[in-house]
């Protein structure tokens, strides 16, 4: 049973456009949801993380959206660069979760062309 | 800090084999976690540990795969005997805390082992 389903699976983004990748959830009880950014040979790394009390959180170029009725949250790249280019995972937790309670999405391969 | 050590990076192995993963976790950290990733399951936890106890192991595939910490620098991964489905990238990581999501609990990945089982 896939708790947090993560589309698209790949997306390629000009240089410069904007990069959204979008997950799922139905879990009630998930109140903290972070997003994981892997490159290559690397492994994944936490880049940004919202809880449900607030719509939308910014850290630089990256803005993650909440949309709590929806049980739906998105992950916004702005001015997109190669750099970006690796592979993002959106996660959820529950409420008092442990790290058992730590669950992905399937993750999404993103390039950004020069 | 050199951040979570794994070794080895790459490992190809025949089957019927025993392969061992290793893992240095960040030095002040309680908590040290496995994880598998293959593209049709995404990343899953197999087992982790708090101050070198293991804590849930409910992740572990089968038998064929254990894991120990005998202390706070050190953990394996063991599979024995290995078979070509477990041919895949583990994932060690480590945070100071268990609970998710709290401050300063951040899980911290290492780099990988990628597992070829022929």
């Known amino acids: 049973q896939q708790q947090v389903k993560q589309s698209p699976q790949s997306l390629i983004v000009q240089k410069g456009g904007i990069s959204i990748i979008n997950c799922a959830y139905e879990n009630t009880a998930f109140d903290y949801f972070p997003w994981y950014q892997q490159f290559p040979g690397k492994g994944p790394a936490l880049l940004i993380a919202i809880r449900p009390d607030v719509s939308e959180k910014k850290e630089g170029r990256f803005t993650i959206s909440f949309n709590k009725s929806a049980k739906q949250f998105s992950l916004h790249i702005m001015d997109s660069q190669p750099g970006d280019s690796a592979t993002y995972f959106c996660?959820?937790?529950?409420?008092?979760?442990?790290?058992?309670?730590?669950?992905f999405g399937k993750g999404t391969h993103l390039i950004i062309q020069p | 800090d050199a951040g979570v050590i794994q070794s080895p990076r790459h490992e190809v192995t025949e089957m019927g084999q025993e392969v061992t993963l290793r893992c240095k976790p960040i030095s002040g950290h309680n908590s040290l976690f496995w994880y598998r990733q293959t593209m049709m399951r995404g990343l899953e936890l197999l087992i982790y540990?708090?101050?070198?106890?293991?804590?849930?192991d409910s992740g572990m595939p089968e038998d064929r795969f254990s894991a120990k910490m005998p202390n706070a620098s050190f953990s394996t991964l063991k599979i024995q005997p290995s078979e070509p489905r477990d041919s895949a990238v583990y994932f060690c990581?480590?945070?100071?805390?268990?609970?998710?999501?709290?401050?300063?609990?951040?899980?911290?990945f290492g780099p990988g082992t990628r597992l070829t089982v022929l």
């Open positions: 990581a480590s945070s100071r805390g268990l609970a998710v999501g709290l401050r300063d609990n951040e899980q911290f």
């Open positions: 996660a959820a937790v529950p409420s008092g979760g442990g790290a058992d309670g730590l669950t």
């Open positions: 540990f708090n101050n070198n106890v293991p804590i849930d």
